[in-house]
């Protein structure tokens, strides 16, 4: 039986909900890092992350099953997903956007999207698709979940990380990811549209 591909996993969980969307994303939130109400705030947000990943993986294959959605037709509208958000962030320039107040802003509107994007839902679904067992399961949870309380530690730091580096490094990452990002999209369609074919034909 194939072994689980653990390094492209964790290479797409990095793209897609990884410290580069953290500190973007915390880097608006309140004025500096140590203020009580960022901190409570990335913690909050980082807990609904978690949340969400983890039923994503535990009962996300129930629910495409009982739906319907064949693995191929799963494939394929991540790949879509990723070739739309891949070309937004290629051709579309990036909005300012304005500093948030801790206080005010609830975490949701801070974890969906900005830091848990529809694409990190695709993901461990299409990985855990082919690996049914528990123990699967389970590596992906532990894989993802420690990708998120990393993400938290450098959320209580993002302003002092992007005050070191500067924006450029952010920019330069964001525009090689939106590349591999178009290029996984497109990989991904091809193999849904060739699985498709394959159980179609006589």
Sequence with gaps: MTEMPWGA???LLFMTMGPIRAIAVFSKVGEIDAT???RAL???SALLVAGAFGLTVVMGNAVLAAWGVSFPVLIGAGG?????LSLQALIV???PIPPLDPARTPAASVAFPGLFPPIAVSVPLIFATPFPGWEAKLGILALGLGL????WLLMLRAKMILGAIGPVPLQLFGAVFGVLQLALGLQFMRDAVAMLAAATSP
Excluded: K, S
């Design 42 to 44: 990335a913690g909050r």
């Design 9 to 11: 996993l964790f290479g």
């Design 148 to 151: 998120i309380a990393v993400n």
């Design 80 to 84: 879509l997903v990723l070739v739309a």
């Design 36 to 38: 009580p109400g960022v």
């Design 93 to 95: 320039p990036a909005t």
